[in-house]
């Protein structure tokens, strides 16, 4: 907002403790406050306490990464004023999608939905069963849909159940945000593709979760359905479920305007959490989380090696040798996905009695 002497209102912080705002210089937080003060307001031109685009740009980025509720916000634009060829001012003029009433109500919609997702959360759990139930209710509850409305919003997800990366990755810390865990959303390129995902903490920890990439509908979009499904479902891969920042960036690419922690840890990773990951040839202990999965009626199960040989040695002893037939008594239908690029053997099975 412009005071009456023409010069930027000076507001105070709401984003203490968000991730990327930490990042920030002091002159850009101050930037990055008045972009959040103008949309929570609705405001229409707010003039900005810089004539630095550059320092205006990243602390919007920031926004973006921090504040994944602003669904009311169709586009971020901005007004510049000059003399000679000097930038004396900036406006930002943001543009709403929907009115304040309507607003309101779309909110206590997404609100509600939720209230439903998270019902059967493990509130008093531990942040690596937190993290887990978010990832994979998104996946189940959440279609991946390249044509679905809103798709760069939450209204996408808790509205329609239907949505692309950056839904998925704001709906993400959405839930992790009221479940208590640090959360922020990342935006760059996968595999060349614009994507986005998260960043998140697990007890004080960082590390990386990409729920569209866990999701099958998106993973093998163009493989057919028979890879897509379990007896005509989509499934979930946990190879994005906390993963390192070597993991991630074999294949993602954040953008550099915000710093990124080096994520190092692994203990709540999902394959090391659950045991699923192994270091050395064991096909005991192997095919007892493979008879386990089975015995408790999952449909399939995911296993980590450390490195391709052990990969290609349990593939051959458990697929090729079958093997698995040792484990899994009644063993009616395997099918395997080819996932050596992670060293993962990734395994889907039903009985006879099914």
């Given at each position: 907002?412009?005071?009456?002497?023409?010069?930027?209102?000076?507001?105070?912080?709401?984003?203490?403790?968000?991730?990327?705002?930490?990042?920030?210089?002091?002159?850009?937080?101050?930037?990055?406050?008045?972009?959040?003060?103008?949309?929570?307001?609705?405001?229409?031109?707010?003039?900005?306490?810089?004539?630095?685009?550059?320092?205006?740009?990243?602390?919007?980025?920031?926004?973006?990464?921090?504040?994944?509720?602003?669904?009311?916000?169709?586009?971020?634009?901005?007004?510049?004023?000059?003399?000679?060829?000097?930038?004396?001012?900036?406006?930002?003029?943001?543009?709403?999608?929907?009115?304040?009433?309507?607003?309101?109500?779309?909110?206590?919609?997404?609100?509600?939905?939720?209230?439903?997702?998270?019902?059967?959360?493990?509130?008093?759990?531990?942040?690596?069963?937190?993290?887990l139930y978010v990832y994979e209710t998104l996946i189940e509850q959440v279609d991946y849909d390249e044509t679905s409305e809103n798709n760069q919003n939450i209204l996408s997800v808790f509205l329609n159940h239907r949505t692309i990366c950056q839904g998925y990755a704001y709906a993400?810390?959405?839930?992790?945000?009221?479940?208590?865990?640090?959360?922020?959303?990342?935006?760059?390129?996968?595999?060349?593709?614009?994507?986005?995902?998260?960043?998140?903490?697990?007890?004080?920890?960082?590390?990386?979760?990409?729920?569209?990439?866990?999701?099958?509908?998106?993973?093998?979009?163009?493989?057919?359905?028979?890879?897509?499904?379990?007896?005509?479902?989509?499934?979930?891969?946990?190879?994005?479920?906390?993963?390192?920042?070597?993991?991630?960036?074999?294949?993602?690419?954040?953008?550099?305007?915000?710093?990124?922690?080096?994520?190092?840890?692994?203990?709540?990773?999902?394959?090391?959490?659950?045991?699923?990951?192994?270091?050395?040839?064991?096909?005991?202990?192997?095919?007892?989380?493979?008879?386990?999965?089975?015995?408790?009626?999952?449909?399939?199960?995911?296993?980590?090696?450390?490195?391709?040989?052990?990969?290609?040695?349990?593939?051959?002893?458990?697929?090729?040798?079958?093997?698995?037939?040792?484990?899994?008594?009644?063993?009616?239908?395997?099918?395997?996905?080819?996932?050596?690029?992670?060293?993962?053997?990734?395994?889907?099975?039903?009985?006879?009695?099914?």
């Open positions: 907002m412009i005071t009456s002497s023409g010069k930027p209102l000076l507001v105070d912080s709401v984003s203490e403790g968000n991730y990327a705002y930490e990042t920030l210089d002091e002159d850009t937080r101050l930037v990055y406050d008045e972009i959040v003060y103008a949309i929570q307001n609705r405001k229409e031109k707010v003039r900005i306490a810089t004539t630095d685009v550059s320092v205006m740009e990243k602390a919007y980025m920031a926004v973006r990464y921090d504040y994944c509720n602003f669904f009311w916000l169709e586009k971020f634009s901005y007004v510049t004023y000059r003399k000679g060829k000097n930038i004396t001012a900036i406006d930002i003029t943001p543009v709403y999608s929907v009115s304040e009433k309507e607003q309101e109500s779309l909110q206590a919609k997404i609100e509600n939905e939720a209230k439903h997702m998270l019902a059967d959360a493990p509130v008093d759990g531990t942040d690596y069963e937190k993290a993400t810390q959405y839930l992790l945000e009221r479940l208590g865990i640090p959360c922020t959303t990342v935006v760059g390129t996968a595999e060349g593709e614009n994507h986005a995902w998260n960043l998140i903490r697990l007890d004080g920890a960082y590390y990386y979760m990409d729920t569209t990439w866990g999701n099958s509908q998106y993973m093998y979009r163009d493989s057919g359905e028979s890879a897509q499904s379990v007896k005509g479902k989509k499934f979930i891969d946990y190879d994005y479920m906390a993963v390192d920042t070597e993991t991630l960036m074999d294949t993602h690419q954040a953008d550099p305007t915000i710093p990124l922690p080096e994520c190092t840890e692994s203990k709540d990773n999902y394959y090391v959490h659950e045991g699923k990951y192994f270091a050395s040839w064991d096909p005991e202990k192997i095919g007892d989380v493979i008879r386990t999965a089975y015995e408790q009626g999952e449909n399939q199960v995911q296993i980590k090696f450390s490195d391709m040989e052990l990969y290609e040695q349990a593939f051959q002893y458990f697929v090729e040798n079958y093997h698995i037939e040792d484990y899994c008594s009644g063993l009616d239908t395997l099918r395997y996905l080819e996932n050596s690029g992670n060293n993962v053997l990734f395994l889907q099975f039903s009985s006879e009695e099914e």
